[in-house]
C-alpha cells in the first residue's frame, strides 16, 4: 500500500473539520445555505488579508502563508481599497511636500464646492 503524503491527509482532515463546522452552522441558520460553502482556503485567505490590513510586513506574511514568492503574496495587496488608501495617504506626505501654491484661496474653495456638489 501507498503512504500518502502528510500534507495532503492534514489537508484532508482540516477539510473535514471545517465541512462538519459548516454544516453545523447551515443547520443553525438555513438562510446561509445558499452562500458558497466555507473551505479551509477561504480561512487562509481571510487570514492573511487581516495580516496584510494590520500592516503586517509583507514577507512575514510570505514566510506565514509558505509562499516562495512574494510575487504570489502581493494578491493580498489588492484585497482591500481602503488599506490601500491608507497606505497611499501615509505615503503622500513624504512624496509631495504640503504647499500652498497648488489652489488659491477663491479656486479651493471653488473645487470643494464643486466636489460637495457630487456627493
Known amino acids: 500500500m501507498l503512504a500518502m503524503p502528510l500534507v495532503f491527509d492534514a489537508y484532508a482532515g482540516i477539510s473535514n473539520i471545517v465541512e462538519r463546522h459548516w454544516q453545523n452552522v447551515v443547520a443553525k441558520h438555513p438562510e446561509i445555505a445558499a452562500h458558497d460553502k466555507v473551505k479551509p482556503h477561504l480561512i487562509r485567505h481571510s487570514k492573511a488579508t487581516h495580516l496584510v490590513e ?42 509631495v511636500a504640503p504647499c500652498s501654491e497648488y489652489y488659491d484661496t477663491g479656486k479651493r474653495a471653488e473645487l470643494m464646492d464643486f466636489l460637495n456638489k457630487l456627493l
Do not use: C, W
Not at 514577507?59 to 489588492?78: A, C, E, M, N, P
Not at 481599497?81 to 506626505?93: G, L, T, V
Open 54 to 95: 494590520e500592516n503586517v510586513n509583507l514577507f512575514h506574511v510570505r514566510d506565514f502563508l509558505g509562499h516562495s514568492s512574494i510575487t504570489t503574496t502581493q494578491v493580498y495587496l489588492k484585497s482591500n481599497p481602503e488599506s490601500m488608501r491608507r497606505a497611499i495617504e501615509a505615503a503622500s506626505s513624504e512624496v
